[in-house]
């Protein structure tokens, strides 16, 4: 092949290479989707209410580690009076107390972002 061939060969693999890096780099990063989650969580005054017995419980906070520690969190196995108090029926739920939404169940960070993103916040 000629010298000329060989590097818009080249040209055209790098070029590629780097359009592949560029789209890998920009699509969803759970890391720092799991971060901007909490923060978003914590300033709108969230309440995550779960069970240590629970396993839907313990999906949903190692959904967040290892931010889980930052988030304010109630066991109500161990807060049972007032987790009834607040009626509080079925475990994990995240209550978003400033828009006063409640959100039932496991939900993952992709369901948090969204949800976010559709209501703008």
């Not at 190692?62 to 509080?88: G, M, R, V």
């Not at 475990?91 to 107390?97: E, G, R």
Request: proline share 2%; net charge negative; charged share 20%.
């Amino acid at each position: 092949m000629s010298k000329k061939l060989n590097l818009a060969l080249i040209i055209i693999l790098g070029s590629v290479i780097l359009v592949a890096l560029l789209l890998y780099s920009s699509k969803y990063d759970p890391a720092r989707t799991r971060g901007r989650i909490t923060e978003k969580l914590n300033s709108l005054n969230s309440v995550i209410f779960i069970s240590k017995y629970d396993n839907e419980s313990t999906k949903q906070l190692n959904e967040f580690a290892p931010y889980a520690t930052n988030l304010n969190i109630i066991d109500c196995s161990d807060n049972i009076e007032y987790c009834e108090q607040q009626k509080i029926e079925d475990l994990p739920m995240i209550f978003i107390s400033d828009i006063g939404i409640e959100l039932v169940g496991f939900h993952s960070l992709e369901d948090l972002n969204n949800l976010f993103n559709q209501l703008e916040i």
